[in-house]
């Protein structure tokens, strides 16, 4: 934290003598403070506005040397998203279940430089545990680790582009060039965590095989930790005997992946303990058995996301009336949710 801070003194510094016009000096020098305030990572930022982190890093020491307007119209849209936001209620981190799997997980795969499969249902919180990790290790002054999302349209080019601009590097026309790049940037430090990996098996099975493939490689020459996290989709593709007909060339790489890497199974209940934390991180107090009925009800059929979503947008509407949250206004957006659904809980 000390060394982000610092960093964003001397970006000040810099950004004071970079010689712009006094509106441009002033829409940097606002995002700057929005940094301060939050303590994001200028990674975080640079992603949320739409630009690599190593152009927005020369951007502010006025280093670019080309044309930044287009760059800063995306930093004053982003201002604007992120002044609008303040009203919103913030989402609240917990430390259940699925978090301290994720972590764990994270942590030996980049203590052994292993294989670690995470699996678990749907909206169960592990790309928001992932994310975290990631967060928390920056915090405390590493860039080591690596989150990507697998698209559902993925392909070889665009998932190395993706691991190019991870690693702060622009991407390459050639695909042989960025996984150049890429194998010559990643070392045992590193941790790469691929989210959403399922749906490699869901979509073009010869482009999944490729895409496979090539992690295969990247691990065995930068001996990186990785961890593929995804629903019960994944531990069915590496585990069945039963794979489909596009996804028998997979079969001897998915066992040796799975022999070779450790499982992890993320719950698909939420415990009554961290059920109760959760609700207490957004200020309300233990539920009746009615109200718990219905948070219970959300978890079984929407899940731990659904529940985060409603009490975020209901603390949202207390908030800007000026109230104290509470459970009746969660109960009063869950209804709302539910009528604008036709009664789909």
């Known amino acids: 934290m000390k060394q982000e801070l610092a960093k964003i003194a001397d970006l000040r510094t810099t950004?004071?003598?970079?010689?712009?016009?006094?509106?441009?000096?002033?829409?940097l020098a606002r995002l700057l403070d929005v940094l301060h305030e939050t303590k994001w990572s200028l990674s975080k930022v640079a992603t949320d506005i739409g630009i690599s982190s190593t152009r927005l890093s020369r951007i502010l020491?006025?280093?670019?040397?080309a044309d930044i307007g287009t760059s800063i119209g995306m930093v004053q849209e982003f201002l604007r998203r992120y002044g609008e936001n303040q009203?919103?209620?913030?989402?609240?981190?917990?430390?259940?279940?699925?978090?301290?799997?994720?972590r764990d997980a994270a942590q030996f795969a980049s203590m052994y430089h292993r294989v670690v499969n995470v699996y678990g249902p749907t909206?169960?919180?592990?790309?928001?545990?992932a994310l975290e990790y990631q967060a928390r290790t920056r915090a405390a002054?590493?860039?080591?680790?690596?989150?990507?999302?697998?698209s559902a349209c993925a392909s070889c080019q665009s998932f190395a582009s993706d691991l190019c601009r991870a690693l702060?590097?622009?991407?390459?026309?050639?695909?042989?060039?960025?996984?150049?790049?890429?194998?010559?940037?990643?070392?045992?430090?590193h941790l790469l965590i691929v989210d959403e990996i399922h749906e490699i098996a869901l979509?073009?099975?010869?482009?999944?095989?490729?895409?496979?493939?090539?992690?295969?490689?990247?691990?065995?020459?930068?001996?990186?930790?990785?961890?593929?996290?995804?629903?019960?989709?994944?531990?069915?593709?590496?585990?069945?005997?039963?794979r489909t007909a596009v996804r028998k060339d997979w079969v001897g790489w998915l066992e040796q992946l799975d022999r070779r890497?450790?499982?992890?199974?993320?719950?698909?209940?939420?415990?009554?303990?961290?059920?109760?934390?959760?609700?207490?991180?957004y200020g309300l107090p233990e539920p009746d058995k009615d109200t718990l009925a219905v948070v219970r009800q959300i978890l079984r059929d929407r899940g731990l996301g659904r529940l985060c979503k409603t009490l975020q947008a209901a603390a949202t509407t207390a908030r800007a009336a000026g109230k104290t949250f509470a459970w009746c206004h969660f109960l009063a957006v869950h209804g709302q949710l539910v009528q604008i659904s036709g009664g789909i809980r």
């Open 15 to 27: 950004l004071a003598a970079a010689g712009y016009d006094p509106a441009t000096e002033a829409t």
């Open 61 to 65: 020491s006025g280093k670019y040397g």
């Open 87 to 102: 009203l919103v209620e913030p989402e609240h981190f917990v430390e259940i279940k699925a978090w301290q799997l994720v």
């Open 123 to 129: 909206q169960a919180g592990k790309t928001r545990a």
């Open 141 to 150: 002054g590493s860039d080591h680790v690596l989150y990507l999302r697998m």
């Open 168 to 189: 702060g590097m622009e991407p390459r026309r050639r695909l042989y060039d960025m996984l150049t790049a890429i194998k010559a940037r990643l070392s045992p430090r």
């Open 203 to 242: 979509g073009n099975g010869h482009v999944g095989l490729r895409i496979v493939e090539m992690l295969r490689e990247i691990l065995d020459l930068t001996h990186c930790g990785l961890v593929l996290i995804g629903t019960n989709v994944w531990r069915s593709v590496l585990t069945s005997t039963h």
């Open 261 to 281: 890497g450790d499982p992890v199974q993320i719950p698909a209940t939420l415990s009554h303990e961290d059920t109760l934390a959760i609700c207490a991180a």
